[in-house]
């Protein structure tokens, strides 16, 4: 099983910025699809943002513009920078890792980190 730790988070105020990292296990990490996802509290998990193995990314809507998700290989590692932050961004922010690991597809979750966002 692929292991995911998250760290970055914290609390900043309306207009700041902060940067998330998810840290990976495994050997094959630049294969993997990592994916961003957000739960405010009383809500839905939501998708935030993808980074694919071959770079592609893709954002939701709420976020483009502000949000910029990146993956370093060399460090088993994804980002996400997360600028211009609005109170509606407050939540635990959480790391996903989508691959095969030989013949088994799996996907892996972090145990997330809390981002404040006050007014």
């Known amino acids: 099983q692929v292991q995911l730790v998250e760290s970055g988070g914290g609390l900043v105020q309306a207009g700041g910025s902060l940067r998330l990292s998810c840290a990976a296990s495994?050997?094959?990490?630049?294969?993997?699809?990592m994916n961003w996802y957000r739960q405010a509290p009383g809500k839905e998990r939501e998708f935030v943002a993808v980074i694919s193995w071959n770079g592609g990314t893709d954002y939701t809507d709420s976020v483009k513009g502000r949000f910029i998700i990146s993956r370093d290989n060399a460090k088993n590692t994804v980002y996400l920078q997360m600028n211009s932050l609005k109170p509606e961004d407050t939540a635990i922010y959480y790391c996903?890792?989508?691959?095969?690991?030989?013949?088994?597809?799996?996907?892996?979750w972090g145990q997330g980190t809390q981002v404040t966002v006050s007014s």
């Open positions: 495994g050997r094959t990490f630049s294969s993997y699809t």
């Open positions: 996903n890792a989508e691959g095969r690991l030989g013949a088994t597809l799996f996907a892996s």
